[in-house]
């Protein structure tokens, strides 16, 4: 069970925590309710916690799956993932504070499905809707082989044109969120947070599997 959202697993960590088939791995934003998920929290090795720091970019992720989450779950050969998606890791919600691009998103899940013959991908909060919206349909587009436009259809915008959020104010709507799919990918730097807690997490893992 992978999740890539604000919000920390614990709950599943829990209620699996006796289980020798399962392991679970959460990037979450660090200091957010429920304030667990520590990266100390390895529930006896079959769990990793990723707490990251506000701000994580496309290129900080894509570190993290690299040097962590690809090869952490690889090494127990999963006969099936199950990915948690959420919608509010993405730059835009206005509730909490990663900073991803859903490009980034997309790419991160398809690399976890690839590792096992199934897979289950879900849902999880988001709370702009145009965000949302085009991140889950885009995911769909990418899993199920679709090509993604680089405009959408007149249709379309006119769905994402209609949809309204207490929580986001009119002029806060970007123009992108409601003409094409794809995020621009946000190509900020690497921070030495990231790093930091990379290069801790490492040195767990490996003292664990020795």
């Known amino acids: 069970m992978v999740g890539i959202e604000v919000h920390v697993g614990d709950a599943v960590q829990d209620a699996f925590a ?11 934003e660090a200091g957010r ?15 990793l916690n990723l707490p990251v720091p506000p701000g994580l970019c496309d ?11 690809l090869p952490f779950t690889a090494r127990f050969a ?15 919600d206005p509730l909490t504070r990663m900073a991803l691009s859903n490009v980034a998103l997309w790419t991160a899940v398809e690399s976890l499905v690839a590792l096992a013959p199934a ?3 879900l849902g999880g909060g988001g709370y702009n809707p145009w965000t949302l919206a085009r991140y889950w349909t885009g995911l769909w587009a990418r899993l199920s082989g679709r090509e993604i436009p680089a405009a959408l259809p007149d249709g ?7 949809l309204s959020c207490d929580l986001v104010d009119d002029e806060d709507v970007k123009p992108e969120w409601l003409a ?4 621009v990918p ?20 490996a003292a664990q599997a020795a």
């Open 18 to 28: 006796a289980d020798e088939r399962v392991r679970t791995v959460s990037i979450h």
């Open 156 to 162: 379309a915008r006119a769905v994402l044109a209609g």
């Open 119 to 121: 897979a289950v991908v």
């Open 78 to 92: 999963p006969q099936a993932v199950v990915v948690t998606c959420g919608a509010d890791a993405l730059a835009g």
């Open 59 to 69: 290129r900080e992720l894509a570190l993290l799956m690299n040097d962590l989450v």
């Open 33 to 47: 309710w429920p304030h667990t998920g520590a990266l100390g929290d390895s529930a006896q090795g079959r769990a």
């Open 186 to 205: 946000r190509a900020s730097p690497i921070r030495a947070e990231i790093l930091a807690l990379r290069d801790a997490a490492l040195g767990r893992v």
């Open 180 to 183: 094409m799919l794809a995020d």
